[in-house]
Nanobody, 114 residues
Framework: QVQLVESGGGLVQPGGSLRLSCAAS????????MGWYRQAPGKQRELVAR???????NYADSVKGRFTISRDNAKNTVYLQMNSLKPEDTAIYYC????????WGQGTQVTVSS
């Protein structure tokens, strides 16, 4: 069984920063993609960023230049550094692991508000 545990969400003012972490445990292939998705109220879940085992990344256009995804393969952990946060970044952020099978974390709330 694969478990993804997220941390780092919270309330931040516009222009502020947050760092999300997601640690994966359990049994999964050594080659996998980890990523972050988000879902705002009344909207569909959308990709924010993802990173392969080899370090290749891709980002949603709305976060390019502001967010950075990284991973520590030895710890099976993925990070999302979020800078210059905007109110429209407010959402529940979900960690995702794709090793052929798809796994999701429980989600962490990010609220950007003054």
């Amino acid at each position: 069984q694969v478990q993804l545990v997220e941390s780092g969400g919270g309330l931040v003012q516009p222009g502020g920063s947050l760092r999300l972490s997601c640690a994966a445990s359990g049994s999964f292939l050594s080659i996998y993609v980890m990523g972050w998705y988000r879902q705002a109220p009344g909207k569909q879940r959308e990709l924010v960023a993802r990173i392969t085992s080899y370090g290749s990344t891709n980002y949603a256009d709305s976060v390019k230049g502001r967010f950075t995804i990284s991973r520590d393969n030895a710890k099976n952990t993925v990070y999302l550094q979020m800078n210059s946060l905007k109110p429209e970044d407010t959402a529940i952020y979900y960690c995702n692991l794709d090793s052929g099978s798809i796994y999701w974390g429980q989600g962490t709330q990010v609220t950007v508000s003054s």
